[in-house]
């Protein structure tokens, strides 16, 4: 037998992760864990304020009707009040408003429309400037929005910090600060001086950019206000398929069928309504933790009295941020897919995925072992290719739709919103003329490739984080052809 002599001095030593090299003790990460519920906090803190929107009964008639009741479905059903009072708009959710995404996700309200400006300017890169004025007069109109009905929902503009926590990550924020202050590195003590953790070498703090927010109250305060507006919701409802009807379209559902001039679709990561879109996106499992309120004493202990959100600089990044109540809630790392793209309950909780956020949690800030987590919980994260959302019409026009966020949609939503309206009534406008909204991204394979595609970029990603960020030739020919898979 002839065997084959391999150097392996010639390849990049796989270094340990700051998470590898400190480890809490199993007691401690079991401690953490111990007693947590598993259902997403921010659906739990509302019990008490849902207000129940019956199911369709019957065939009804509207101007506008929406499929979907998380952000993309509420937005879309305010602005379209909002530019034309007195519209007829039907909005048909399968489960309860915001029971998806919108009520899991980590609450983060960022700027950007095309998950950071590093991916929009190497796919857009004669529009970037006007992509990024236009997602921070989005946010800016999320905030106006907030205060003019007077929205319940923990709105703080904090911006964002993102911290390096490997040496070879300094670099990539390194760089002069903004001539208004408002974008500003800092150095290992100046990032520790503002969040005190061991973990951190250096930061970049952008003031602009980000808010924090209650995820679900968000989608209750739409729901309030679109129903105030003469909007019609009804929740369990889920919609079997959309037909055309000649100048009109048809959204059938088993209770009932919604006859309308036009149509949105905002089903965000469960399967298309159009058979185009159903190799679009991909369903991801994201993994979240929620603590105990922390208390006075132990807050002081963090020195986080700005209250930024926080993301870390690698591959398979963590989230985190403050809750209104003192609580940190800790989220990321791990992005799961599951062959076949399934949506199923079982994926949700996943004991290794909880207790590596457990770990990782501690690691980043030791001084609060003993705390322990009240909720454990994850949601399906509608990811693209593209890592942003890709919009569209369908049925000659009277059906237009958004989907792929890929964990932006908190912001993101709102502009599609817009975008949607505007192509739905043959507008020409800034918006609707944009190359990153007139383009479609490239779709995921089907299976078995897209298991095989997938699973080999996230363990790509986990070695480029293990090699001071070098990119092995998988993960360079996708970065070329404008592929990928976002941990």
């Known amino acids: ?201 250096a930061g970049r703090w952008d003031r602009r950019t980000n808010a924090i927010l209650h995820p679900a109250k968000l989608a209750l305060e739409l729901a309030r206000v679109i129903v105030e507006a003469g909007v019609v919701v009804h929740e369990r409802t889920p919609v079997r398929r959309i037909d055309d009807a000649g100048s009109r379209v048809e959204v059938v559902t088993d209770r009932g069928v919604v006859r309308a001039d036009r149509a949105v679709l905002a089903t965000n990561v469960f399967p298309s309504l159009l058979k185009r879109n159903r190799l679009m996106t991909v369903p991801v499992y994201d993994y979240v933790l929620m603590t105990e309120p922390l208390g006075d004493d132990r807050l002081a202990e963090l020195a986080w009295r700005n209250r930024q959100g926080v993301s870390d600089l690698a591959n398979q990044f963590h989230y985190y941020r403050l809750s209104a109540d003192g609580r ?89 919103a817009d975008v949607m309206l505007d192509r739905l009534r043959g507008l020409d406008t800034e918006r609707t003329s944009l190359e990153m909204v007139r383009d479609r991204p490239w779709p995921f394979p089907p299976e078995p490739a897209a298991s095989i595609g997938i699973n080999l970029t996230r363990w790509s990603l986990d070695r480029a984080d293990h090699r001071q960020g070098r990119r092995n030739v998988l993960l360079k020919t996708l970065d070329a052809l404008g592929l990928g898979f976002d941990s």
């Open 328 to 416: 940190i809630l800790f989220g990321g790392y791990d992005a799961i897919y599951h062959a076949g793209g399934r949506i199923r309950p079982e994926y949700e909780d996943r004991r290794s995925s909880f207790e590596k956020l457990a770990s990782h949690f501690l690691t980043t800030f030791p001084q609060l072992e003993g705390t322990r987590f009240t909720h454990r919980w994850s949601g399906a994260i509608d990811a693209s290719t593209r890592f942003c959302a890709f919009y569209g019409l369908a049925r000659g026009g009277k059906v237009a739709y958004a989907a792929g966020f890929t964990g932006l949609g908190v912001g993101a939503a709102r502009f599609a």
């Open 1 to 201: 037998m002839n065997a084959t002599i391999v150097d392996r001095s010639r390849r990049p030593a796989l270094r340990t992760t700051v998470f590898e090299r400190s480890q809490p003790s199993p007691a401690a990460i079991a401690h953490s864990l111990g007693g947590t519920v598993a259902a997403p906090f921010w659906l739990d803190d509302v019990r008490g304020r849902r207000v129940d929107h019956g199911p369709l009964v019957g065939d009804v008639e509207a101007d506008l009707v929406i499929v979907g009741a998380g952000y993309t479905g509420l937005w879309t059903a305010l602005r379209a009040v909002e530019r034309q009072p007195g519209l007829r708009v039907v909005l048909l959710e399968a489960e309860s408003v915001g029971w998806a995404a919108s009520g899991r996700n980590g609450g983060f309200c960022e700027a950007s429309l095309t998950h950071g400006d590093e991916n929009g300017r190497s796919r857009w890169p004669d529009e970037i400037d006007t992509l990024t004025r236009l997602g921070l007069e989005n946010l800016d109109e999320i905030e106006a929005t907030v205060r003019r009905y007077r929205m319940d929902v923990d709105f703080e503009r904090t911006g964002m910090l993102a911290v390096a926590v490997e040496p070879h990550q300094v670099p990539w924020i390194a760089g002069p600060d903004s001539d208004d202050g408002r974008d500003a590195f800092l150095d290992e003590s100046s990032v520790r001086a503002e969040i005190a953790s061991p973990t951190y070498l």
